[in-house]
């Protein structure tokens, strides 16, 4: 059940230290809902540590308050409150569930359907981004977004909307983008950052794998594999990898993207994107993992082969 707004209010600022934890493997929403919480809170001369237990990647070294992001292994005390955002379960929390199983005052904001509600504050709306249910949620809250608080907002709205071109782009995405605009965020700096602004050596890399592109299921299914000796081919960490998967839905024939990112021997990230009607989700929950109808993940273990036919038997059955 979603926690009321009343009640969400008195439990995020009734203490003076707050950690703020972002998901593994971050990208512009998590960390745009941790900066603009973040500075919402300071604001309100709360203490904030944040927390993340994979590395920022480089492309968002163009804000200066990454720098503030703890490793997991620095967060040694208790905290009287810990917020997790745009994580929608504790598979996503990585060496962070040590922290959500030892402090009973959690609160998650979240906006994935798959989201169980597993804290004892949840607050958890279907939108396009959790930076989008953020604003949303600070408006109702009456807090004021500044400038800065605008900037992370629309960094976590461009990003988790591909630039506000996949159809989880609703009229209330648009509307509230406008808004951060309004408030001086720069849209075009975003664009440059996020989405023209990659190192030759990612553009070799993202050649590379799209040219090994396999296609199932009459061209219907698309599947990219990536694995580590590519990355160390090119000298680039998983965090480069990050839209790669988007470019076969621009495909007529293809309604199903498929990404395995190899994390470790025989161990696979897995990434889902879809169109229209097809719901990945689904696929996604086959193997444990979640998401959206259209943008979904899980973690498969096992020889590469074998995990490549489950995966291509599996979205088979959702194509029609």
Do not use: W
């Not at 604001?43 to 720098?67: A, N, R």
């Amino acid at each position: 059940m979603t926690t009321k707004i009343n009640e969400l209010k008195t439990a995020l600022f009734a203490h003076k230290e707050v950690l703020i934890c972002s998901h593994i493997r971050p990208d512009g929403d998590t960390i745009g809902a941790t900066l603009a919480l973040r500075e919402v809170l300071l604001t309100k001369g709360i203490l904030v540590d944040i927390v993340c237990d994979s590395s920022i990647p480089q492309k968002f070294s163009y804000l200066s308050e990454v720098k503030e992001y703890k490793r997991v292994e620095e967060i040694t005390k208790q905290y009287p409150l810990v917020v997790f955002v745009d994580t929608a379960s504790d598979g996503q929390m990585g060496e962070c569930y040590k922290i959500f199983y030892s402090h009973k005052n959690v609160i998650n904001i979240d906006h994935h359907v798959s989201n169980k509600g597993y804290a004892k504050y949840n607050y958890v709306v279907n939108k396009a981004s959790c930076c989008e249910v953020l604003a949303d949620m600070f408006k109702e809250m009456g807090i004021e977004i500044t400038q800065n608080i605008a900037k992370f907002l629309l960094l976590g709205m461009v990003t988790d909307t591909g630039n506000f071109a996949h159809n989880n782009t609703t009229a209330n995405t648009l509307k509230v983008a406008s808004e951060m605009v309004e408030k001086g965020a720069n849209l075009v700096e975003i664009n440059l950052q996020m989405f023209k602004n990659q190192p030759m050596s990612r553009s070799k890399l993202y050649l590379e794998i799209m040219s090994k592109s396999q296609y199932f299921h009459e061209d219907r299914v698309a599947v990219i594999i990536i694995r580590q000796q590519d990355l160390q081919k090119y000298g680039l960490d998983n965090s480069v990898t990050e839209g790669f998967i988007d470019y076969n839905l621009t495909i007529s024939s293809v309604v199903i993207s498929v990404s395995i990112l190899e994390t470790k021997d025989k161990t696979y990230k897995v990434s889902f994107r879809s169109k229209g009607e097809i719901d990945v989700n689904r696929v996604a929950g086959t193997f444990g993992g979640g998401g959206h109808k259209n943008a979904s993940g899980a973690m498969l273990r096992g020889y590469l082969e074998d995990v490549v036919d489950k995966l291509v038997f599996t979205c088979g059955q959702y194509l029609d």
